[in-house]
Nanobody, 133 residues
Framework: QVQVMESGGGSVQAGGSLRLSCVAS?????????MGWFRQSPGKEREGVAL??????????YYADSVKGRFTLSQDLSGNTAYLLMSSLEPEDTAMYYC???????????????????????WGQGNQVTVSS
């Protein structure tokens, strides 16, 4: 089982930047981790933000259209920590942000390119991001 913990977030004015971090721990199997970020606003369904996979010389990186060009997802060399740098933030980005991490293959990462939350199993508790106008 994978334990997931997010940190970062907070409040910022529109146009500003914030960075979220996600640490996955407890997994000792042979697969690399897919790590993804999702967000949920009050009254709305959880939606995918970005996904990253690095393993065996191949990689995957996907973004939701709503954040392309503004958000950057990266991963450290251990493959267990992911960073979401959010720039040019808009009030519409206000939400609880969740990290998820699952053991997966490169093929799995490509199948998850739609960023559907239902495909993920191990979730963090969430961190609030608030963008004021």
């Amino acid at each position: 089982q994978v334990q997931v913990m997010e940190s970062g977030g907070g409040s910022v004015q529109a146009g500003g930047s914030l960075r979220l971090s996600c640490v996955a721990s407890g997994y000792t199997g042979r697969y690399y981790l897919c790590m993804g970020w999702f967000r949920q606003s009050p009254g709305k369904e959880r939606e995918g933000v970005a996904l990253i996979y690095n393993g065996g010389g191949v990689s995957s990186l996907y973004y939701a259209d709503s954040v392309k060009g503004r958000f950057t997802l990266s991963q450290d060399l251990s493959g267990n920590t992911a960073y979401l740098l959010m720039s040019s933030l808009e009030p519409e980005d206000t939400a609880m942000y969740y990290c998820a991490a699952d053991p997966c293959t490169y093929g799995d990462s490509r199948r998850r390119s739609s960023l559907s939350p239902s495909e993920w199993n191990n979730w963090g508790q969430g961190n609030q991001v608030t963008v004021s106008s």
